[in-house]
């Protein structure tokens, strides 16, 4: 049992436990445990055996329950209290934006009692019709059962990039390996995947496989055969693994990286020009010759076409682009110059400014913003005008002692509401650089989100809307807003719109940061740190970038600091 899957059972015993009219008192001490579990870095299993169970919020009781998850995995009560509601029940509070109240509802009035029979009641507008709920209501329900099937079936970017980096790494070790790449979504750093593809040319292809099913990440052979495998590795996920001929390498890579849409366009291509391609080879029409294969540039030559980055590769005008020689030439890690979103102790995050600012500089930035939290958003330890007063002269002296390194001062400041700001313009006139974003009243109607989006941007202090959808990738929907008019008036405005590289939100997505880069609207990557190894998100961020066709000049922290701060100054 983890730190999260304990404070998972104690939220679904908060849950159960309103279902059942309890103690409020009680479902309330559930609630705060599992947040206070979730907050604690160290292993819970580790203070178990160690008799050294002290957590706030955590008497007597919900330890001894700890220390029975801990030691056995299971916890009686639990276990007996689940069979008190009909199973289904639980299922439908997994549903994101669904939670006990409107699950005891459901099935008290309309006798709801699984995922199915909720989404029958939807479709119907049965829902509407019992509770006179608001006409949202619905597509809310229908648009989480969507999120929740899409999150069975589909892992996180970041974290099949992980098990694809470990798996690559064991891998390359075997003596019989001689070239080897990721394939799938996983190359084309799609925000979510569904299985990890792995290729390998060899002469030894037994001796790979043999490899390949005992690696460390193995939990379950799935498929295996003389040259293709599948395993299921402890995270769940599955990795398919292929060993193709060197002479055909290039053309399983790109046959193999896909899209499916990028195969098919690229197929009709080739036969217009007498060829046939496959993940064997390009070959001759007329008489089978092989005309390429070996490596991905030769297969894009043989098609007259250059080079074309996995990223673009989803038929989405890359391959008329190519033909036009007018790919872009896509922004690499390399020439990110800043962070310019980090959190630091003075807010929610977990470091002082000077551990994050050497951290940031060991990922090879010049400069970074500190962008803490403002006053109101009590949960996240805004800082009140005074603090950041306080904050602005401690990074002044941190300044003083960096070389060839800048810490910005910075804030992330909460867009209220009705649009205005959480700052005075007094206060928002000390930063270097301030960001907005909205962090409540989420249900607001299209209009209503729309225009207060826009009267930030029209603050001249605001140079940078950060994850300017709300959504958590599977878990909460964007917000309804109208991203035209908000992109046309960050053109306007000369604002900048976020990438925010943190693994569940990378938002924008892909297809709006590239609508944006059309309209001409200055794209930013910001990690939202809120501890030092975070800045390595930074990756994931332009990851999304590329995929919505940025280069170098469409995005801020590209700029030098003196060219930033100038074009900061320039809104102003
Ligand atoms: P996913 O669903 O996240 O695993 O996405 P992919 O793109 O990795 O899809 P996957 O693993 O089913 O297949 C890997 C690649 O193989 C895919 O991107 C393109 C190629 N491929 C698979 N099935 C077909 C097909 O029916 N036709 C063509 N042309 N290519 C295919
Ligand atoms: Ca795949």
């Known amino acids: ?57 955590v008497g007597v009781d919900l330890a001894q329950k700890i220390t029975e998850l801990a030691q056995t995995g299971k916890l009686e009560y639990f276990e007996a209290l689940k069979k008190k509601i009909p199973a289904g029940l639980l299922e439908i509070m997994s549903i994101p934006g669904i939670g006990p109240k409107t699950t005891k509802l459901l099935h008290e009035q309309l006798g709801i009692d699984s995922i199915a029979a909720l989404e029958k009641a939807a479709h119907e507008h049965k829902i509407t019709a019992v509770f006179g709920l608001k006409e949202k209501t619905e597509e809310n329900i229908l648009k989480g059962i969507a999120l929740l099937r899409h999150k069975h079936e589909h892992t996180l970017l970041s974290t099949a990039m992980a098990v694809a980096e470990r798996i690559t790494r064991e891998l390359s070790r075997v003596p019989e390996l001689s070239r080897m790449s990721v394939a799938g979504s996983v190359r084309r750093q799609k925000e979510t995947v569904q299985d990890i593809d792995v290729l390998v040319t060899s002469t030894q292809a037994q001796k790979i496989m043999d490899a390949f099913i005992r690696l460390s990440p193995v939990s379950e052979i799935l498929a295996q055969g003389p040259t293709k495998a599948a395993v299921r590795t402890i995270e769940g996920i599955q990795v398919d693994l292929r060993v193709v001929e060197p002479e055909s ?30 993940e064997y080879g390009v070959f001759s029409e007329q008489d089978e010759r092989r005309v390429a294969g070996a490596t991905e540039e030769d297969v894009y030559a043989a098609l007259r076409l250059p080079y074309i980055p996995p990223e673009l590769r989803e038929n989405r005008g890359e391959i008329e682009a190519a033909m036009r020689g007018e790919l872009p030439k896509l922004i690499e890690r390399p020439q990110v110059r800043a962070d310019l979103h980090v959190h630091s102790e003075w807010s929610d995050g977990n470091s002082s400014i ?106 001249p202090y605001v140079a940078i809307i950060v994850h300017p959808s709300g959504r958590l990738i599977d878990e909460r929907p964007a917000y309804d807003f109208d991203f035209e008019a908000v992109a046309d008036t960050a053109a306007r405005t000369g604002t900048a719109l976020e990438i925010n590289c943190y693994p569940k939100r990378l938002d924008l997505d892909d297809v709006h940061v590239r609508r944006a880069r059309e309209k001409g609207v200055m794209v930013s990557l910001g990690t939202d740190s809120h501890s030092p190894e975070q800045f390595q998100c930074m990756d994931l961020g332009v990851a999304v970038a590329r995929r919505g066709w940025l280069e170098p000049g469409n995005v801020l922290n590209c700029l030098k600091l003196e060219e930033f701060l100038k074009r900061i100054k320039q809104k102003h």
Not at 249 to 278: C, D, P
């Open 1 to 57: 049992m983890t730190n999260n899957e304990i404070a998972h059972i104690f939220r679904t015993i908060a849950d159960i436990l309103e279902i059942n009219d309890e103690n409020f008192f009680r479902i309330r001490a559930y609630r705060r445990a599992a947040q206070n579990i979730e907050n604690i870095t160290e292993d819970i299993r580790e203070m178990v055996k160690e008799q050294r169970l002290h957590i706030p919020g």
């Open 354 to 459: 000077e551990a994050m600012a050497a951290a940031a500089r060991g990922r090879g930035f010049e400069y970074m913003a500190i962008t803490d939290h403002s006053q109101s958003l009590g949960v996240a330890h805004g800082l009140s005008p005074a603090r950041v007063s306080e904050q602005i002269a401690h990074i002044k002296t941190l300044n003083k002692k960096l070389k060839n390194f800048r810490i910005l001062c910075g804030t992330e400041v909460d867009i209220k509401a009705d649009g205005t700001l959480d700052f005075s313009d007094k206060v928002l006139e000390q930063f270097d650089v301030v960001l907005a974003a909205v962090h409540s009243g989420f249900k607001q109607s299209r209009d209503q989100m729309t225009m207060r989006l826009i009267t930030a941007m029209r603050n």
């Open 249 to 278: 390498f290039g053309a399983a890579l790109v046959y193999f990286t896909g899209s499916k849409e990028h195969n098919i366009a690229i197929r009709e291509l080739a036969k217009k020009n007498g060829l046939k391609i496959n």
